[in-house]
């Protein structure tokens, strides 16, 4: 089994930076996809970002993209989101995700391990 814990939600003034952090135990996930999800109040979750295993395949959905950056470091076994710039719109429970494909992620919004997500407000 895998847990992950995600890290570095708070409140921020539009056009600030925060940086989460998802670390993951029990095993490593250095051969997973991983991504990044967040649910707006009264909205569905969405994929915000993901990164294959190797880190050389990454997506931005529309709305992050010049502003969030994945990457991740499998020594490590942690993944990390920056985010620049940020909006009042990017309000969100931030989800930490793994899935053995990259396809899995992107085109079904699936996973097999999940975070408990971290709180990010962005105030305007």
């Known amino acids: 089994q895998v847990q992950l814990v995600e890290s570095g939600g708070g409140l921020v003034q539009a056009g600030d930076s925060l940086r989460l952090s998802c670390a993951a135990s029990g095993r490593t996930v250095s051969s997973y996809s991983m991504g990044w999800f967040r649910r707006a109040p009264g909205k569905e979750r969405e994929l915000v970002v993901a990164?294959?295993?190797?880190?050389?395949?990454?997506y931005y959905a529309d709305s992050v993209k010049g502003r969030f950056t994945i990457s991740r470091d499998n020594a490590k076994n942690t993944m990390y989101l920056q985010m620049n710039t940020l909006k009042p719109e990017d309000t969100a429970v931030y989800y930490c995700a793994a899935a053995r494909f990259y396809a899995s992620l992107v085109s079904s919004n699936l996973a097999t391990y999940w975070g408990q997500g971290t709180q990010v407000t962005v105030s305007s």
């Open positions: 990164i294959t295993w190797s880190g050389e395949t990454t």
